[in-house]
């Protein structure tokens, strides 16, 4: 079986923000270690509040009731089954400038019998009705580098002693990209 293998936390609850102070509910997390001389003084004060620890990624997660939580928590994986169903959000690889081939699947034009179109798109517009490129149109551009969730993964087993999680299928982004993990919509 396929499975992506991810390191989920523990994540520390670095702020709390609720409808009377900020106008939303939320949390925000800290995840993964960075040197003391690469956080500034700001930063640091705000970090203080939560504990001694220095976070690379700070990220915010929508909460029902954020009363449930206090700074310095840990959330580690036991919010999560096994079998149970998640949605992954991440960065996709960044492929930069592309053509219609590699980002859309053409097939592309004739290879002989005197063809100058092997890998262009083609005709791209109308006729003298509507007489122009229609918006949405698959044309050459940037291809990848944009936020993809993949929903309704299974979960296939869970480590809690070394905070991995093994997920059935692949994720988006590259090996070592960050990505957001959340309980899918309608799972039980």
Do not use: W
Not at 41 to 53: D, N, R, T, Y
Not at 157 to 183: C, F, Q, T
């Amino acid at each position: 079986m396929p499975v992506t293998v991810v390191q989920v936390g523990p994540c520390v609850v670095t702020q709390i923000k609720t409808i009377a102070t900020d106008g939303y509910n939320a949390l925000q997390l800290g995840f993964g270690k960075k040197k003391e001389s690469r956080i500034n003084k700001p930063m640091e004060g705000h970090l203080k509040k939560s504990g001694e620890a220095r976070f690379a990624i700070l990220r915010e997660v929508p909460v029902d009731d954020p009363g449930e939580y206090s700074l310095g928590q840990t959330i580690s994986l036991d919010i999560f089954k096994i079998g149970g169903r998640v949605d992954v959000t991440g960065t996709t690889k960044g492929r930069g400038f592309a053509g219609v081939v590699k980002r859309h699947g053409f097939h592309g034009g004739k290879k002989t019998h005197g063809s100058h179109s092997h890998r262009i798109p083609g005709s791209i517009g109308c006729s003298a009705t509507p007489g122009k490129v229609i918006k949405g149109k698959k044309m050459p551009g940037q291809y990848g580098n944009e936020r993809k969730t993949a929903r309704n993964l299974k979960i296939v087993d869970i480590r809690p002693e070394e905070n991995l999680m093994l997920i059935k299928g692949a994720l988006p982004g590259s090996v070592s990209g960050v990505v957001s993990i959340k309980k899918h919509k309608f799972a039980k």
